[in-house]
């Protein structure tokens, strides 16, 4: 697939749909001639606190080596914990009031527990010898909902190779690789013996898939080729360990039977392309020379050990300091063009320029500092209660409801027609007041949008259903202002070329996930989608929607104007709702729209987001869509009891067959 010709618009056109397009440059143009006034008659939606941080307990403690503790996590209340996939780590507060990030090593599929380990680091920055000495059974701490930037791609074979405590991201992945039947292996590589953890538990899933690899026992640490000569043919390799493994995994991966490689770091990655460069503390402090290979947190905490830190590696934000003067050199994969614009800088992975001096609004001393200046925030808080996401997810519950109505209801013969007024009749006798678009229903390759040349095709048509057909249902009600965007796909009899894309949808549900929760762009996850769709040999058919959208923003409609009334499909309090939406959010640098363009170059503004990935291969086009939550720092699905997610949990038994060469993403964190 030639990713960098744009895919023909809704006319067979090389180029994105007009009308948006003329949308969205309105915006831009008249946006800060409009948007002030509008902004000023209708204040942005009254922010509610962010997402609260997760109240912990530690149940359990116990000791997996000598200088490695577990620690057991549960809700106070004995209630349910927020689900995690494998990969996913803890953000934890510690009681001094140090953040770390910690893998999680349980299972996904116990919600009332989370575990961690932690070797004790006496060299390190003092956290890992905090949780040693200070967490006990029974004490409580804070911690942000578990994420993930390591994301498990199940892929047919995989490898993990684990470097010591670099084990706890990789045993969930065990787990989930031995549940789907997965041709995996793994490697644990530690010191001796008695320094490896979870040895046990490893072994009880299957021995002779686990290789412990120990340096006293082979004469010191494996290479490369002998790390990835363990790697099933077209293996995915995921790798967790010390910076010199994974180095001498990434320099051997081609030539081994591997495929791809996801890994993630311990601390700090090696500096690369480092010029020396200096830090002065605040505009008449000390000046420090940062060296060509330390970052400048290094050199800071030399002077202020206080400093605060976590991830090592730009993606956290807690290192975050003001710049006041200088051209840095932003490495990280965090902040947004805005707030790098309004000074904030990480100095655990950004640099300058040889000769450059960066000033830091960073005080000398660090006791009795007078405030600084608050960092500007571009983005704004996370708009929605608890009680607002319940009711956006019954909206959506009440929506795949329907569509799966519909779904028995409809037999060889139906028409698109039909199937779409038996939808919208069920919708509303459920209580549906109002629609964000019409419901829509294809039929065979129109669910591929073959042939789909003016926005009137997507309308249903009089296409009726025959045996052995793909069909998709998409509909987009809402409930007291509370709206859903959903996409049903489903067949009828047999269809195997359905049954495959039905499969590997589920990856780009996980991908997707795991973009936005590493805070990338909405166009490199866009552009990450597409990757994985030309890797599976696919179709984008999002690309043909208007505006080449994969996702849009979904807020509470709150506009007054005729519910029921529609233009081009769309309802007018809709269009109301989207123009003062894009307005608002151009306004700020950003889109509602989740494209692949420029307008698209920005995280994903904290709310909801209806989000659509739709492939295709030949006549047969299959998609889901639901509504993800972003919070300021995190995102997750809203609900994972819909039909999709369904149909792949009761599949996880089933083992799936190797049929096509995949390469997969890189995922660090
Ligand atoms: S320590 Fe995490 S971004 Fe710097």
Wanted: hydrophobic share 40%; proline share 9%; glycine share 8%.
């Amino acid at each position: 697939m030639d990713l960098s010709t744009p895919p023909p618009d809704l006319y067979g056109r090389p180029r994105a749909d007009a009308f948006i397009r003329r949308l969205t440059a309105f915006g831009d143009r008249y946006s800060p001639a409009l948007g002030a006034p509008l902004l000023r008659r209708n204040p942005r939606r009254p922010l509610s606190r962010p997402t609260p941080p997760l109240q912990l307990v530690i149940a359990a403690r116990r000791q997996l080596a000598p200088d490695v503790v577990e620690l057991a996590f549960a809700d106070p209340s004995g209630g349910p914990l927020p689900p995690w996939q494998p990969g996913a780590h803890l953000r934890l507060a510690l009681p001094s009031g140090r953040e770390r990030h910690y893998s999680l090593s349980g299972d996904p599929a116990d919600r009332h527990r989370y575990r961690i380990a932690v070797r004790r680091l006496p060299e390190g920055g003092g956290g890992s010898v905090e949780v040693h000495d200070t967490l006990h059974p029974g004490a409580r701490l804070t911690a942000r909902r578990p994420r993930n930037g390591f994301a498990f791609c199940a892929e047919p074979a995989v490898l993990l190779l684990a470097g010591g405590i670099g084990i706890t991201p990789l045993l969930p992945m065990a787990r989930e690789a031995q549940r789907h039947g997965l041709d995996w292996r793994l490697v644990h590589v530690g010191r001796s013996a008695d320094t490896l953890p979870y040895t046990d538990e490893l072994r009880a899933l299957d021995p002779h898939r686990v290789v412990l690899r120990t340096d006293d026992e082979h004469g010191g640490v494996p290479t490369g080729p002998e790390l990835l000569a363990h790697a099933p043919r077209g293996a995915a390799v995921y790798c967790c360990g010390p910076a010199p493994m994974l180095a001498a995994v990434q320099r051997s991966l081609d030539g081994s039977p591997a495929t791809a490689l996801h890994f993630e770091r311990f601390g700090a990655a090696p500096v690369t392309d480092g010029e020396p460069f200096a830090v002065r503390l605040g505009a008449d402090g000390p000046t420090l020379d940062v060296p060509a290979d330390r970052s400048a947190l290094d050199v800071l905490r030399e002077a202020r050990p206080d400093l605060p830190y976590s991830c090592h590696q730009g993606f956290c934000g807690t290192c975050e300091v003001r710049l006041l003067a200088g051209r840095p050199d932003h490495r990280d994969r965090r902040l947004t063009p805005e707030q790098r614009a309004a000074g904030a800088l990480l100095p655990c992975v950004s640099r300058a320029a040889e000769g450059e001096t960066l000033v830091l609004d960073i005080w000398k001393e660090s006791p009795s500092m007078p405030p600084t200046a608050p960092t500007v925030k571009a983005a704004p808080a996370f708009p929605y209660t608890e009680r607002d996401l319940a009711r956006f997810r019954e909206t959506q519950q009440l929506a795949y409801h329907c569509a799966e109505q519909v779904a028995a209801w409809i037999e060889p013969g139906v028409t698109e027609r039909q199937a779409t007024a038996e939808l919208r009749r069920r919708l509303v006798a459920a209580g549906v007041q109002d629609f964000f678009h019409v419901p829509f229903a294809w039929f065979g390759d129109r669910t591929a949008f073959r042939h789909f040349h003016t926005p009137l095709q997507f309308f249903a048509g009089n296409r009726r259903l025959e045996e052995g057909m793909p069909y998709v249902l998409d509909c987009a009600p809402i409930v007291d202002g509370y709206t859903a965007d959903i996409g049903y796909g489903g067949k009828i009899g047999e269809n195997r070329v359905w049954d495959r894309l039905a499969a590997d949808l589920k990856v780009y549900r996980e991908l997707i996930l795991a973009e936005v929760r590493a805070r990338r762009p909405l166009d490199e996850v866009y552009a990450a989608v597409d990757a994985q769709i030309a890797a599976h040999g696919y179709d984008n058919r999002h690309q043909v929607y208007p505006g080449r959208v994969i996702g849009h923003q979904v807020t509470r409609t709150t506009v007054r104007g005729p519910a029921g009334v529609n233009v081009f499909g769309f309802g007018v309090r809709t269009l109301q709702t989207l123009a003062r939406e894009l307005i608002s959010e151009r306004l700020h640098g950003r889109s509602p729209l989740w494209a692949d363009g420029r307008s698209s170059r920005h995280v994903p503004t904290p709310g909801l987001w209806a989000v659509e990935p739709h492939i295709g291969f030949r006549g047969v086009g299959i998609k889901f869509e639901e509504l993800l939550v972003v919070t300021e720092d995190d995102a997750y699905w809203l609900d994972d009891d819909l039909p999709h997610v369904r149909r792949w949990t009761a599949a996880t038994a089933a083992t799936t067959e190797p049929t096509a060469e995949r390469t997969t993403l890189e995922a660090t964190r």
